[in-house]
């Protein structure tokens, strides 16, 4: 081999291990960046914030977890869930419907995270008084549910509920009654004889009633 082919070579390997060095240290900052956005996150979940304050200070912070982590990692996408769930705990649901549907898009389609954005959405539209669009949802959910989880489960049983609520809300009186009462039984096994789910659905059963024979 010749000299000038030799410290050519050289120089590439050179180069080569000087550009891995600055790749592993850019990794490395990048880490450090990361750790530090967690850190921040945490540090304002734990604060002793009041909840439209502490979610401001989230989604003052969404972009740059967005920026380090990427659109669809993890944690942007848990951020952006927490976020919604503290819009519709502070009633702003229309705001809490927008960034749900974000998360609804990104998720997995056959886990059970999937499931439980679905219901945060469908709780959304009942709670503006669409109850058509939630009960349409709950019915849906219902379905994708026998996949997941068994008729007795606290999960289908809340849905379920919140279902009967809909058809209660559209005056589907014979339509909810019905279905109130085959949850009675299993209400009462599941979560007791006075637990409010139970005592709800026994309370719009008798509501149910005096419309029916109004």
């Given amino acids: 081999m010749s000299s000038s082919k030799r410290n050519l070579n050289e120089e590439i390997n050179f180069s080569n291990k000087r550009i891995r060095i600055l ?22 979940r734990n604060g002793d914030f009041k909840l439209k304050v502490k979610n ?12 380090e982590f990427g659109n669809y990692d993890k944690e942007t996408i848990d951020l952006e869930n927490e976020i919604a769930k503290n819009y ?9 419907l927008s960034l749900y549907k974000i ?8 886990t059970i995270e999937f499931i ?27 379905d994708i549910c026998k996949h997941f989880y068994n008729d007795d489960c606290k999960n289908v049983l809340y849905i379920k509920n919140s279902l009967c609520y809909s058809y209660f ?6 339509t909810a009654k019905t279905l109130m009462e085959k949850q009675i039984p299993v209400l009462k096994r599941v979560f007791g004889e006075d637990n409010e789910e139970t005592k709800n659905v026994k309370s719009h059963i008798i509501k149910c009633v005096k419309e029916i024979y109004k």
């Fill in 23 to 44: 790749e592993k240290k850019l990794e490395d900052k990048g880490k450090e960046k990361r750790k530090e956005l967690k850190e921040f996150c945490n540090y304002i």
């Fill in 56 to 67: 401001e200070l989230l989604e003052n912070t969404l972009e740059r977890v967005k920026r």
């Fill in 88 to 96: 519709f705990e502070l009633n702003d649901f229309k705001k809490a």
């Fill in 103 to 110: 998360v609804f898009n990104k998720v997995d389609k056959d």
């Fill in 116 to 142: 439980d954005i679905y219901v945060d959405i469908a709780n959304c539209h009942y709670s503006l008084e669409d109850y058509q669009k939630s009960m349409d949802m709950y019915e849906n959910i219902l």
């Fill in 169 to 174: 809300k559209l005056k589907l009186y014979e």
